[in-house]
């Protein structure tokens, strides 16, 4: 059977549609297709607001849930200096890399051409597996081959990997391991991120509509020439970027919480573009989850505990029994009684599963843990600053609303702020609910 094609990136749609879609424009390629997650927000978004803002060449604006980097990309590209916070290892791997500009592009491409000549001259020589996917790669000699763990392959839904696409992944890792043995990790990195894109992007058995769930099968696919496509005009996009000029705005990653905001310096923030975690049943270390685990940033339970722990609580699946962020709203009377109807709903309707039990504290941690954020960020923030949100409002929880934008603008109030608009982005069709619900950007002053 033929191994299946690279995809292309993506098809025309009506423009209403673009504007409100998360898909990327073709004039946005450039760094943003590197690698991007389905929750990650459109460029001209940030356009948008920093034009709005009036921000200034040589200011610094923050993005304290940079995700995948759209914020970072889109400051550098239009002249401002950047910082991003990001608590998954994943997302912050690939909005370092997404700001890399000044990599030594004759070292990547002659590298990219060992990694793909090697994993092609082993794939050439070896029989791939037919159907028993990790029986037969989880018990290979991992310290040289760098098959999966038993701890790694219980991470991965079942499903999401075919045999054959998961060796061929295996040996271009192991190949583009031993190929920048010895460089600045940055250069790793760059292949690491060029890997993501093949599994989420074709190698992989799942989508995201907006959840991630499992398609069909593949039963192979062409794993080495996606890579060599997607390193090659991930490549181009430095080539151009240096041919134009070579001191561009800084961009900054900080692996941390914005909960905490360590490494954001007093008073240095001009504004802020974000995206928060809304609170819904989205698990984040779901999303890119194959990716963590091939890249060896997530090997076992332990660690994913532990990603989880790092998270803003907005799903069941992330909520431990010592949290205490919903202390810091416990006086808020409109989160109090979101929090108690859902409660009293899911007592009527007799919903009793461990899960179920949990879904009023979510809503209590996710806006205490927001609170946290706005209580360390004022500090962070100029005089005047001013800072977009974009949030979603919610039905996921036994269809009880949750009006997260207007809830977030008065906690930041208590915080130093006033809300300075709520501006609708879009409307989305709720899955459960069938009804349309609000994605706004709540756009915040700093008093
Ligand atoms: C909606 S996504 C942001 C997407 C981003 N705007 C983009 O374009 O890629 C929210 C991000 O917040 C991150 N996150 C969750 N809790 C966090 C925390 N406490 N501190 C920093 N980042 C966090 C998640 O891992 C996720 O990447």
Not at 45 to 62: A, D
Not at 213 to 241: C, N, P, W
Request: positive net charge; glycine residues 8%; contains cysteine.
């Amino acid at each position: 059977m033929p191994v299946a094609a690279v995809p292309r990136a993506h098809s025309g749609k009506p423009t209403q549609e673009k504007e409100n879609s998360n898909d990327l424009q073709k004039e946005d390629y450039p760094f943003h297709h590197w690698y991007r997650f389905v929750l990650s927000y459109p460029p001209h978004l940030v356009r948008k607001y920093l034009e709005i803002f009036g921000v200034q060449p040589g200011e610094t604006i923050l993005d304290p849930f940079c995700g995948t980097g759209t914020t970072l990309v889109e400051c550098r590209r239009h002249g401002f200096n950047s910082i991003g916070v990001e608590a998954h290892p994943h997302a912050a791997l690939a909005s370092r890399v997404k700001t890399r500009w000044d990599l030594d592009v004759t070292l990547l491409q002659a590298r990219a051409k060992k990694i793909g000549h090697a994993a092609e001259a082993e794939l050439g020589a070896l029989a791939l597996p037919k159907q028993s996917l990790f029986a037969e790669m989880v018990a290979e000699d991992t310290a040289d081959y760098g098959g999966l763990t038993a701890d790694e392959a219980k991470l991965i839904p079942e499903g999401f990997l075919s045999p054959k696409p998961l060796k061929r992944l295996l040996i271009l890792r192991k190949h583009l391991r031993l190929v920048t043995e010895g460089l600045d990790t940055a250069y790793r990195e760059f292949f690491y991120v060029a890997l993501s894109h093949v599994i989420a992007n074709g190698a992989g058995n799942f989508a995201f509509g907006p959840e991630i769930y499992r398609t069909k099968a593949k039963e192979d696919y062409d794993v080495t020439g996606h890579f060599a496509s997607q390193v090659h005009s991930m490549i181009a996009d430095l080539v151009h970027a240096q041919a134009v000029q070579k001191d561009w705005p800084s961009a900054k990653v900080v692996e941390g919480d914005a909960r905490t905001l360590e490494g954001v310096d007093a008073g240095s923030i001009h504004a802020v573009i974000t995206s928060p975690p809304y609170p819904n049943e989205k698990d984040y270390t779901r999303i890119s989850r194959v990716e963590s685990v091939l890249l060896g940033l997530m090997t076992d339970r332990g660690q994913l505990r532990e990603i989880k722990e790092r998270l803003l609580r907005s799903n069941t699946r992330n909520v431990f029994v010592n949290d205490d962020d919903g202390e810091w709203i416990a006086d808020h009377p409109e989160v109090r009684i979101i929090s108690e109807e859902i409660e009293r709903r899911r007592v009527a309707l007799g919903k009793n599963s461990g899960f179920e039990k949990l879904y009023h504290r979510v809503v209590a941690h996710y806006f205490g843990g927001m609170a946290r954020h706005f209580s360390v960020l004022t500090k962070k923030l100029k005089r005047k600053a001013r800072c977009a949100y974009v949030v979603g409002d919610q039905l996921s929880f036994l269809l009880v609303p949750i009006p997260t934008g207007q809830l977030l603008g008065d906690i930041a109030r208590s915080y130093g702020f006033r809300t300075a608009s709520i501006d609708l982005w879009r409307t989305r069709l709720g899955t459960k609910s069938g009804t349309r619900v609000r994605e706004e950007v709540l756009v915040l002053e700093k008093l």
